[in-house]
DNA sequence: AGTCGTTGTCGAAGCGCTTCGACAAAGTAT
DNA sequence: ATACTTTGTCGAAGCGCTTCGACAACGACT
């Protein structure tokens, strides 16, 4: 190993003045800057990480804190994870990568070795055990995902509660009146991840005001728990003629099941689907959807991360405003219907 | 932030004598142990990881390098990111999460710093040119997936020649004589990415030993690329009974479109998935497939390393038996067929 | 009783870096 | 020319830990 000593000599200065050459902190003639850029070149040096986290005492490491589950939306999670880690790179910082399975000892862990400067935390519950951790130490920390309670908090999202308002204005437009939500998985909403009960609630809201009936049902994905999903609904509310889908693999059996009974989307019925635009294209019938805007959520949750470490003011709250694209999966609700 | 010396004194002990209760390196006595532990608990101390580091000169820190690009079967490299974390964790290891966006200059960062211990590297293209660097240094790493030369490396995967030889001989073995295989994308096969031309390799030559023809196509996933790939295959070979679809995003496709062309699966037609359990438990047919063992991958990564770390042999290259799991994707050609 | 391991503890050195204060050398204002 | 600032460089201290050698204290042998 090439150590900073061992250029210093070979650039004949002194070790703090290469220091000075890396960092920039104090001015150095253009000559000795040459000569020493040029020893680094020729040496091959790279500055120790465990020394330079010990002497300057930043680590220039964000962790990121992922589910462990994979019972929903990997591909999101893939996309945000791999979008934080590119934009950290782009601001000199590298990414620990933290599982859920550790919980609240994994921020205290982090937290307490200085292994990371900042924490992002991604599926946020509503009442998270490991936000009073957060809020009592000096760590800076960013969240994807909105708690009940985001005082002291930094948090990033699509905003959930106007991407349901906007399904149901949308389908409202074309003249729909009876709504069905088909929802995550039952375990979702009961660990109480806000966004999928935000959604909700900004449906139901906007349905209220716009005199729409909002019938939900919460759905494992794939064929079979799908069709008896679908069965309870038109059993209950048999002229329901619009669908909102929160739930990437209940989309593909939705428009299947839809098919066979001889609905036709979007002639008979229509289908929004609240999921990343790929899903979307890549259905049997080119979906209307809001889309979820996955790197540009952990692009801002980096930049709000890095503007904190710098001593800047960030948001509180910053909410993505979410956008509908009509593709060919919804229509005017016809007049027999 | 608590340090060590504080513990000491804390415990009326010197600090090596902490360090070595912590490490285990010397004997201590039962008291001395228990006075340490207890004011490790009171203060609430957590070790420096910089200051280890340092003086250790290891980091207890993996470093993980994942594609970039999210154009293939990014749920698995999802599984076994995580399979990695958690299985490293498990080790005393933390992850460090690289893209494959800085190419072999990350590689060379991580090595000379000095913040990983051992990196694993994923989507490993046949001549790699990341591996030229991994020879040449003493940093210990671990291959998921198999490049064109394996020496001084070592590697974990699946056995992809085995599968592909696995999926004919089921087919064989239920009478088709016409093999289709629907491929990833073009992309893939472009960068030499191993797996998926040794699933090839490992198909056509027991093909041949079994007297069965083959027709390959690769197809990007979704509705409209596969309805020109698979009109092509059955205008090239209309007697084609057998398909064997490596490709996350065309099984759905695959299997509508058969619906509509009034091919019955398994009646008329045999569907053979290379993919992970769950996208075959979730399709519209239960499909028939070789399980690509993600977690697997990720935990014998991870062990291997661990391996070299504490300076045991390991294998050169472990490759996973592939299993075959039936379902109802598969049956025997009927006599018409 | 004297010698020899053991066992448990300590002090000190040192890992490679950052950063502070000191200080020549050079430039600027008187 | 003198005093004063600015610029560029250096030496030394110190970050918190690991680890080596030293060495009391103690029981186990002759």
Redesign the pocket.
């Known amino acids: 190993?090439?150590?900073?000593?061992?250029?210093?000599q070979h650039?004949?200065?002194?070790?703090?003045?290469?220091?000075?050459?890396?960092?920039g902190?104090?001015?150095?003639?253009?000559?000795?800057?040459q000569r020493v850029e040029q020893s680094i070149q020729e040496l091959g040096?790279?500055?120790?990480?465990?020394?330079?986290a010990?002497?300057?005492?930043?680590s220039n490491i964000v962790a990121l804190m992922v589910p462990l589950r994979t019972d929903m939306y990997v591909p999101v999670m893939m996309e945000i994870a791999i979008a934080v880690a590119t934009t950290a790179r782009a601001y000199g910082y590298d990414v620990l990568l933290l599982t859920g399975e550790e919980g609240p000892d994994a921020v205290r862990r982090v937290t307490g070795?200085?292994l990371a400067d900042a924490m992002i935390l991604m599926d946020v519950e509503l009442d998270d055990e490991r936000l009073p951790l957060l809020r009592g130490t000096d760590q800076p920390s960013v969240l994807i995902g909105l708690p009940a309670d985001t005082s002291g908090l930094t948090c990033v999202d699509l905003d959930f509660g106007a991407t349901g308002a906007l399904c149901v204005e949308h389908l409202a437009m074309l003249g729909h009146r009876d709504i069905a939500v088909i929802g995550e998985a039952p375990a979702v909403y009961e660990r109480h991840t806000g966004f999928a009960e935000r959604t909700l609630d900004g449906l139901r809201s906007r349905a209220r005001e716009l005199g729409l009936r909002v019938l939900h049902r919460p759905c494992e994905g794939g064929y079979d728990a799908l069709a008896a999903t679908l069965a309870r609904i038109f059993d209950e509310r048999p002229g329901t003629t619009g669908f909102v889908v929160q739930n990437e693999s209940a989309v593909e059996p939705l428009l299947a099941l839809l098919r066979q009974q001889g609905r036709a989307v979007p002639e008979d019925v229509s289908v929004i689907g609240i999921c990343p635009d790929q899903v979307a294209v890549q259905a049997s019938v080119r979906l209307t959807s809001v889309a979820i805007p996955a790197q540009e959520m952990g692009r801002r949750a980096v930049e709000q991360l890095v503007a904190k470490l710098d001593g800047r003011d960030t948001d509180e709250v910053a909410l993505l405003a979410p956008e509908l694209t009509v593709r060919a999966s919804t229509g005017p609700l016809s007049a027999t219907g």
């Open positions: 190993m090439v150590t900073l000593a061992e250029v210093a650039a004949g200065v002194s070790a703090s003045t290469v220091s000075y050459v890396l960092s902190k104090r001015s150095i003639s253009m000559g000795t800057r040096y790279h500055p120790n990480a465990g020394a330079r010990l002497a300057s005492n930043k070795s200085g």
